[in-house]
């Protein structure tokens, strides 16, 4: 593939705020990029094999697996339906230990806040840098973005996102946001970027490097930026879930720490840690324990940071929430389970979703953040699923993520049909469907149908398949055979069968 697709195929999702929305492009012409790109697919197939059978192996050694996702999705379900009273418990919580909280609507209110937050702290002496620790509300928001356009640099600091960070590109990932890259890549690109010589791909080597470069970073950094994993609305605690410690750096060392969250990341109590502890680490890294959970409540005198802001995001989550199919998919705690298991993510990777979440979660949560009718990419998502169900089965909180694709799909159609004036009425799929409604509600129009298609199928029909529709049919048939109408319907045998009686 040439490097400039490659390369607008990588760079910084578009699907929200801060891009031109409108232009964002569909899934299926993103998607053919990534299909173009060999090593892409091998370096994906890889990785995401390997996390599924760990995964699996994880979850399969406990006992009470299914009980603990049923748990995990309770609590999530009681988080959303009384999310107002959470939210200002949380907030009581945060200012009695000695923390700031700020409310956002939107992308633009929490860049502002931040970057005030960051020029107050910084000051105008020194390096102008915040270290930040892996945040997809940041990204959501295009925090690096504003904070540049200030004059601040945001230092990324986990791992996987200084990798991106150094490439120009966006996350392909929520977990592993460099999936996409493998080991020679990541060497060329610290010794082009970093300024290093010659360094082996051997991971100890890269990982050193890394750290050599990071270790600089926290040391001077006054302002430091995270995201949240959970917040505790009882207590007012705030833990962040990571492998590598940077996180723990990035939220103790410097004098001023802001936490970016979005709304939905609340849990009622601190016991509710005991479920999500256990399937929160067995089904992102399949392990059983995590590496490095931090949790800090507001300040406190001699240990850590001496100011604290928490930044309740909303940026359309009020309007999920307002959905009551659509509303699951604020349960998400971001595991990237059901992009390891889903056959579509495997094959096209992260880029082609045009978002900061992608895969199945992402083909659900983004047309609902950005707005169905957003844009030409949005739209597109809840169709980037062969709706199998990989993603349902593995999720740690069951989020139905084929129901509300399945949704979804219908409001973006109800939408073209509202608002696209009459050529979104006359549109031949549009009028296929609204017949095949119709016909399909109404059983004598069913049959009469039946009895038309199968003396119209004769000369299409052969041997007890159709190979091949006409026309703009001819898609269906262009990789599957079609079952012909029966000589005997199902309708007709029940009658003969139970003497007339129909239901
Ligand atoms: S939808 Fe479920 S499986 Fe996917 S990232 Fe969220 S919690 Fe994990």
Not at 95 to 111: C, F, L, P, Q
Request: a negative charge.
């Amino acid at each position: 593939m040439a490097r400039n697709e490659r390369d607008a195929a990588t760079a910084a999702p578009d699907a929200f705020s801060g891009g031109n929305k409108r232009d964002t492009p569909p899934f299926e012409v993103t998607a053919k990029v990534a299909l173009a790109d060999n090593q892409l697919r091998r370096n994906l197939g890889k990785a995401t094999q390997a996390i599924r059978d760990k995964r699996e192996a994880a979850a399969g050694e406990m006992p009470d697996w299914e009980e603990l996702r049923e748990a995990g999705s309770a609590i999530k379900t009681r988080v959303m339906r009384h999310l107002d009273e959470y939210l200002v418990q949380l907030e009581d919580s945060v200012r009695r230990a000695g923390g700031t909280v700020h409310w956002a609507r939107d992308a633009e209110e929490a860049n502002g806040i931040v970057a005030g937050i960051a020029r107050e702290n910084i000051g105008e002496e020194g390096t102008r840098e915040v270290v930040k620790v892996k945040s997809i509300a940041t990204d959501e928001i295009k925090l690096n973005e504003h904070l540049e356009k200030e004059g601040i640099h945001a230092a990324e600091t986990d791992l996987a996102e200084l990798i991106i960070q150094l490439a120009g590109e966006g996350s392909s990932h929520i977990l592993v946001p460099a999936i996409h890259k493998n080991r020679a890549e990541i060497r060329e690109l610290f010794m082009r970027e970093l300024g290093l010589g010659d360094l082996s791909d051997e991971p100890e080597v890269l990982a050193e490097a890394a750290r050599i470069y990071l270790r600089r970073k926290f040391l001077s950094a006054k302002v430091g930026v995270s995201g949240a994993n959970f917040a505790v609305a009882e207590t007012g605690t705030v833990c962040v879930v990571e492998s590598e410690g940077n996180g723990r750096m990035c939220t103790t060392l410097p004098d001023t720490l802001v936490t970016v969250m979005g709304i939905e990341k609340i849990i009622p109590e601190w016991r509710d840690f005991e479920v999500f502890m256990q399937t929160l680490p067995r089904s992102s890294t399949a392990e059983r324990m995590n590496p490095y959970t931090s949790f800090w409540t507001g300040v406190s005198e001699d240990d850590g940071p001496r100011e604290f802001h928490l930044v309740l995001l909303d940026n359309g989550r009020t309007e999920v929430l307002a959905d009551e199919i659509g509303r699951q998919s604020l349960n998400c705690i971001r595991c990237s389970a059901c992009l390891n298991s889903c056959p579509v993510y495997d094959r096209v990777g992260g880029h082609a979703y045009n978002s900061v979440y992608p895969g199945p979660i992402g083909a659900i949560l983004t047309p609902q953040l950005a707005g169905i009718g957003s844009s030409p990419g949005a739209d597109s998502l809840p169709y980037a699923s062969s709706l199998c169900g990989a993603c349902y089965e593995v999720c740690p909180v069951k989020i139905n993520i084929p129901e509300v694709l399945i949704h979804l799909r219908g409001k973006v159609v109800r939408n073209k049909q509202d608002n696209g004036g009459a050529k979104a009425k006359l549109d031949p799929e549009n009028v296929a469907m609204q017949t095949l409604a119709k016909t399909f509600s109404d059983p004598r129009l069913y049959e009469a149908s039946q009895r038309a298609a199968l003396v119209g199928q004769w000369p299409l029909a052969r041997s007890g398949a159709i190979h091949s529709l006409p026309g703009r049919l001819a898609g269906w048939t262009s990789a599957r055979d079609l079952a012909p109408v029966p000589e005997q319907s199902f309708r007709r045998w029940w009658r003969e069968e139970r003497g007339g009686a129909e239901r």
